[in-house]
């Protein structure tokens, strides 16, 4: 049974940083491309960033490139999203996913396995 983990969440000011943790369990972790999503109140579900199984590929949607980045652990089956420069906009629940085998794509559509969510509050 897959799980997914997420934690890391919490409230931070405009500017500060947080790090998220996704750990994962029931699934064989390096093969397959990890990824974090975010909604808002009110929102569609957002794609943030994901990192290929060998965790050398990322990718990053446009409104947080530089400022967040996607790390993967292998041997501790985690994947990190690591927040600088936070800002109010970044408010959201973000949810680790796990892709369908041999894709890589910022599509919701093509995650297979969610987590439950972790919420983080940037204060303005």
């Known amino acids: 049974q897959v799980q997914l983990v997420e934690s890391g969440g919490g409230l931070v000011q405009a500017g500060g940083s947080l790090r998220l943790s996704c750990a994962a369990s029931?699934?064989?972790?390096?093969?397959?491309?990890m990824a974090w999503f975010r909604q808002a109140p009110g929102k569609e579900r957002e794609f943030v960033a994901m990192v290929n199984w060998r965790g050398i590929s990322t990718t990053y949607g446009d409104s947080v490139k530089g400022r967040f980045t996607i790390s993967k652990e292998s041997a501790k089956n985690t994947v990190y999203l690591q927040m600088n420069s936070l800002k109010p906009e970044d408010t959201a629940v973000y949810y680790c996913?796990?892709?369908?085998?041999?894709?890589?794509?910022?599509?919701?559509?093509?995650?297979?396995?969610w987590g439950q969510g972790t919420q983080v509050t940037v204060s303005s």
């Open positions: 029931g699934l064989t972790f390096s093969v397959y491309t």
């Open positions: 996913a796990r892709a369908r085998a041999g894709t890589y794509s910022r599509e919701s559509k093509e995650y297979d396995y």
